[in-house]
């Protein structure tokens, strides 16, 4: 990064990056050499100098990547694709923040252009706090050269996670359209498998009047002796040894068959639709499992309540999408537990009747009280997801003067102050008091510490947003706070917050600001 006119991000540790451009290139030369005159690709140093080329053509893109910036605009530049974007044409800075494998957050800068098209810079990029620095720094350098040379939309960082509205919905849907898929073909298999367990049960054995073209639907019995027995472990399969091959050299059956039968018990084999259905020997008897018509059934409509969870953060995404890109939506764990409950009374009566259920009374009862239940709980759900906005949770001036007994309220200070300090209160106290900040949900003022009131000036209270991060629960608003001339943001949820802002007095300001959106 240069000075404040132009801004410049290339990767770190470009030279062992080239380094390795040419050691790739050296691999393919080796792997041209080995192929022309070796033994073809089956070769051992063929295959290792292709290796090594594969991995100097991703250091090469890694090495060629560079993203700057001045006062004409923005230029990005990669292996296979170049970015030039006058300043004029980007309504927006954002940061867009990706969750690695293990829970790390990636941030990156997203340019979102007059037109409405998000682009992704490759660089910079933050993938711990160590390096977050850097990146910070970076990002208020172009959002300066944005502000001096265009027109940005918003006077904040907007922040894209996966609580934000402005992320798309496309995973979620096709995920939800994979699972009803699964449903579907699930449903579709159930009266199969309930038919070919009734054959299976109903099967009688064959006789000498049975034509050869019937003998696979009936049951045949033939003698066996087993030789050796196999029992597997772990994911290994078991196997019973039949002597002479006869009726097959080997059979796989359960870890639990295998245990049962010893080698020299003699054993009736019974085949039907030419397979080995039953091994019947003298103190023990191994029957292949048929998958019932239940099972299947509870496959069925576990994928289908599994298709309720996209789905409904689906719903929610197009619920708020009028809200800011940046402004956390609610949670979809409302929904979750009315799928839950769902499942509680769905899955015992899909194994029960998968498919008697227009012909049973009970099981007519069953599924008509519980889908009256479901629909009570995705109606609490929706009305519980609802989108809030600052005002809506206000509550009467009587019930907001200062309580006589101490009251702890559920908030916190997002930024460390001399009353937080490290940032440690998860708690503000009224009455009994002035209002203080502590680390516990009370009784008593232990550690309390006090707020001074007299320096806070009240700004605006807003919904959440990505900025505001991911341990703050997303149901709760941020009164933005003025304390001395320093930004201070309070957290709590929209009732206890507007008890608090009434609570503290000196930094109540008009109604209008209070009930400002962002």
């Known amino acids: 990064m240069t000075s404040g006119r132009e801004v410049t991000c290339r990767p770190l540790r470009t030279r062992v990056l080239w380094f390795l451009v040419g050691l790739g290139a050296a691999g393919a030369g080796l792997a041209v050499v080995r192929m022309a005159y070796g033994g073809g690709l089956v070769d051992v140093w063929a295959c290792l100098g292709l290796l090594v080329a594969l991995v100097g053509v991703a250091c090469l893109y890694g090495a060629t990547i560079e993203v700057s910036a001045d006062a004409y605009g923005l230029r990005s530049r990669t292996l296979l694709r170049r970015l030039r974007v006058p300043w004029r044409d980007v309504a927006d800075l954002r940061v867009y923040v990706q969750y690695g494998r293990h829970g790390q957050e990636i941030h990156r800068i997203s340019v979102m252009l007059r037109g409405g098209r ?3 810079l490759p660089l910079p990029l933050s993938g711990s706090r160590d390096d977050r620095p850097d990146f910070d720094a970076k990002l208020d350098a172009l959002r300066a050269l944005h502000r001096r040379y265009g027109a940005p939309e918003s006077s904040h960082v907007p922040v894209l996670s996966y609580r934000t509205a402005g992320r798309g919905s496309a995973v979620s849907l096709s995920l939800c359209a994979l699972l009803l898929a699964g449903a579907g073909l699930a449903a579709w298999f159930v009266p199969i498998v309930e038919s070919e367990k009734q054959a299976w049960t109903s099967a009688a054995a064959c006789t000498a009047e049975t034509p050869a073209s019937e003998r696979g639907q009936c049951l045949t019995t033939l003698p066996a ?3 050796r027995t196999e029992v597997g472990t772990g994911k290994r399969r078991s196997w019973l040894y039949f002597a002479d091959s006869r009726p097959l050299d080997r059979l796989s059956v359960s ?3 295998a245990q049962g039968f010893r080698p020299g018990d ?8 030419r397979q080995v259905r039953e091994v019947t020997g003298e103190h023990h008897v191994w029957r292949e ?10 496959i069925a409509a576990g994928c289908a309540l599994g298709a309720g969870v996209p789905g409904s953060r689906a719903l929610l995404r197009r619920r708020g999408r009028r809200l800011p890109d940046d402004e956390v939506l609610p949670s979809a764990l409302p929904f979750a537990g009315a799928l839950v409950a769902t499942a509680l009374w769905l899955l015992p009566l899909c194994y029960l009747h998968p498919t008697s259920l227009p012909s049973s009374p009970v099981a007519l009862t069953w599924a008509a009280s519980g889908s009256l239940a479901t629909l009570g709980l995705f109606a609490w759900a929706w009305r519980a997801t609802r989108i809030r906005t600052p005002g809506d949770g206000a509550v009467t001036e009587t019930a907001q003067e200062s309580p006589v007994e101490e009251v702890f309220l559920a908030a916190r200070f997002l930024e460390p102050t001399d009353y937080n300090p490290n940032s440690f209160g998860t708690h503000i106290v009224l009455g009994g008091g002035p209002p203080a900040t502590t680390a516990h949900p009370g009784p008593g003022r232990f550690a309390a510490r ?3 009131v007299e320096r806070l000036t009240l700004k605006g209270v807003r919904r959440l947003r990505g900025s505001d991060g991911d341990a703050v629960p997303r149901s709760w ?3 933005e706070l003025d304390d001395a001339g320093e930004p201070v943001r309070l957290a709590a949820s929209p009732a206890d917050l507007t008890r608090i802002i009434r609570a503290l007095g000196p930094a109540r300001a008009p109604a209008g600001a209070t009930h400002r959106e962002s």
Do not use: D, K
């Open 477 to 479: 608003h941020i009164a």
């Open 266 to 273: 003699r054993v009736t084999v019974t085949v039907w639709r």
């Open 225 to 227: 002796v087993i030789t």
């Open 118 to 120: 998000p682009r992704r």
């Open 289 to 298: 499992h048929f998958t019932g018509a239940g099972e299947v059934a509870v």
């Open 255 to 257: 870890q639990e068959g």
């Open 450 to 452: 006090r707020i001074p």
